[in-house]
């Protein structure tokens, strides 16, 4: 029997799929532990998981961003990016630059000697580590020990080729190309991070394993055995690693289909749905629920422009939004706003979905066969609004510039079935394949243990 250690940033959308990998590697015979802060203990325990403490960053997001508590250095990181995702994607994208070393690689020798005394205690044949876990994927290289990648985002979060970076999408939505300027910039950051990053990586490794060969690119350094990608094999996505068996999991959502909703659910959905009116989700992430004006934008077209009824998750910002001129005095029928929304759950009722192109939105959207408006702020979210738009899966439009008519007459549109379904991609009420069964079994052929 196996056993593993699911190394995990404090985010709860990368917590979650990498815990339902661990539960299907668990189903699979495989003792898991999860390694992750103790605000995902819970999340563990629920998962049939075991825990172990590990903090593979000071930044943290337990649900809501805003409503997690954090140290005063990454509050303010948080509201700086927030305010930039209101000046559009180069501002955003070089925030997030300036931001990266203390957000990804605060203490790597400090954590390299916290994994050494884990793997001491726990003696695991191999570890599953978070791509984004740069401290993590040091130290594991640093120790010598096994290991697989799991890709969170998009698939060119691993750069592959030599104009390829970190923090420059590889592709852009229509809605949202930057000028050729701004391209140059974004590029010139990436790029000094990337060597950077990589110079960073090379001081420890030959300070603290000098016999261990030193990464070429630190943003490029993952497994030599397997990449999971929590993403469907789109045919026009980047070659990926040489070396490593790509795992393309298609979506990490639990075998057993999502959870029963609760009583309060259920009412507010039969409420809503009354008379057979669709139902439209409207959700931008743990981050970006603070932009409650893109929020109220969106359900205020929707409402307007179709019949349908709007859930809205919206963070802290659940008063600001009720209170808004354009949603003041909407019946109970057409809207709910909560601060977070069973979104697995939802899905197999809703109609269409608004969200931000997070990874997991996208993937949930397609593997519902749901499709979407999304409005991308920052990260991979450009890349992943251009393959919803080319996969048939949806529209884009910049959040900065929408108007309640735009968004209206998109939704209107999904609604209608313009062309832009999910059949593009595969057949039938599911037409994303494989899952976290297949991945957990895949991966427990090509990880090989420790001697």
Not at 74 to 88: C, H, I, N, P, V
Not at 262 to 268: C, I, L, N
């Amino acid at each position: 029997m196996a056993r593993v250690v699911v190394i995990s940033p404090p985010f709860h959308s990368h917590a979650r799929p990498l815990a339902a990998l661990g539960r299907a590697l668990s189903g699979l015979g495989a003792r898991v532990d999860f390694a992750c802060t103790p605000a995902f203990a819970d999340l563990a325990a629920r998962s049939g998981l075991g825990f172990t403490e590990l903090a593979v960053t000071r930044n943290a997001n337990t649900g809501i961003a805003e409503a997690t508590r954090q140290d005063r250095a990454e509050s303010r990181r948080l509201r700086e990016f927030l305010d930039a995702t209101r000046q559009g994607p180069t501002a955003t994208l070089l925030t997030q630059a300036r931001h990266r070393r203390a957000d990804m690689l605060p203490d790597p020798e400090h954590l390299l000697g916290e994994l050494a005394a884990l793997d001491e205690r726990l003696r695991p044949d191999w570890y599953l580590v978070d791509q984004l876990s740069y401290s993590a994927t040091l130290a594991l290289h640093c120790l010598d020990l096994p290991y697989a990648t799991f890709c969170p985002g998009h698939p060119s979060y691993l750069p592959t080729g030599p104009d390829a970076y970190f923090g420059l999408p590889l592709v852009w939505p229509d809605a949202l190309r930057p000028a050729a300027a701004d391209l140059d910039r974004l590029r010139a950051a990436a790029a000094a991070n990337d060597a950077a990053f990589t110079a960073a990586f090379r001081a420890v490794v030959r300070r603290h394993a000098p016999g261990r060969p030193v990464p070429e690119r630190a943003f490029a350094l993952c497994s030599p055995h397997a990449v999971v990608f929590n993403y469907p094999r789109l045919p026009w996505l980047p070659t990926p690693p040489a070396g490593p068996r790509a795992l393309y999991a298609g979506h990490l959502l639990p075998e057993t289909g999502p959870e029963p909703l609760d009583e309060h659910w259920r009412g507010a959905l039969a409420r809503l749905t009354t008379g057979g009116r669709p139902l439209v989700l409207l959700a931008l992430g743990t981050f970006l629920s603070a932009r409650d004006d893109v929020l109220t934008t969106a359900a205020a077209g929707i409402l307007r422009h179709t019949p349908a009824s709007v859930v809205m998750a919206a963070g802290r910002r659940t008063d600001a939004v009720a209170a808004h001129p354009l949603l003041r005095g909407t019946s109970p029928e057409r809207l709910h706003v909560a601060p977070v929304i069973p979104q697995q759950e939802l899905l197999p009722h809703a109609a269409a979905m608004v969200h931000h192109g997070g990874n997991n939105s996208f993937t949930e959207c397609l593997h519902a066969g749901v499709p979407a408006l999304v409005l991308p702020f920052s990260s991979d979210q450009f890349a992943i609004a251009h393959d919803a738009e080319r996969a048939g899966a949806g529209y884009c439009l910049d959040p900065n510039t929408v108007t309640p008519d735009a968004v209206g007459h998109a939704v209107a549109a999904l609604l209608a079935g313009q062309g832009r379904r999910t059949t593009a991609l595969g057949t039938g009420p599911s037409p994303v394949p494989h899952g976290p069964a297949w991945a957990a079994a895949a991966l427990l052929r090509s990880v090989p243990a420790r001697p």
